[in-house]
Nanobody
Framework: QVRLVESGGGLVQAGGSLRLSCAAS????????MGWFRQAPGKEREFVAA????????TYADSVKGRFTISRDNAQRTVYLQMNTLKPEDTAVYYC?????????????????WGQGTQVTVSS
């Protein structure tokens, strides 16, 4: 069992930055791929970024490529999402997810564990 707790969300002006953190409990974190997803009001959940078990492979949605960076610290059992040059369209609840497989996935249904989410609001 893996428990995920996100933090770091908030209100920021367009062009600003935020860093989200996802703290994980459970022994399988270091062998799990991790992902970030988001859901805006009235929209479906969408993939944002994902990282392999050792951080060697990362993948991003086209909409955030070049602005967001996913990373992880296995010793701290934490995954991060650094978000720069934020836009109003980045406003959403951001969720951290884990899958007990080494390689990342862009598909939400392939993740077994989810956090409760953290709100990110970008004002124009």
């Amino acid at each position: 069992q893996v428990r995920l707790v996100e933090s770091g969300g908030g209100l920021v002006q367009a062009g600003g930055s935020l860093r989200l953190s996802c703290a994980a409990s459970g022994r399988t974190f270091s062998s799990s791929a991790m992902g970030w997803f988001r859901q805006a009001p009235g929209k479906e959940r969408e993939f944002v970024a994902a990282i392999s078990w050792n951080g060697g492979i990362t993948t991003y949605a086209d909409s955030v490529k070049g602005r967001f960076t996913i990373s992880r610290d296995n010793a701290q059992r934490t995954v991060y999402l650094q978000m720069n040059t934020l836009k109003p369209e980045d406003t959403a609840v951001y969720y951290c997810a884990a899958r007990p497989i080494l390689m990342p996935s862009t598909r939400g249904h392939e993740y077994n564990y989810w956090g409760q989410g953290t709100q990110v609001t970008v004002s124009s």
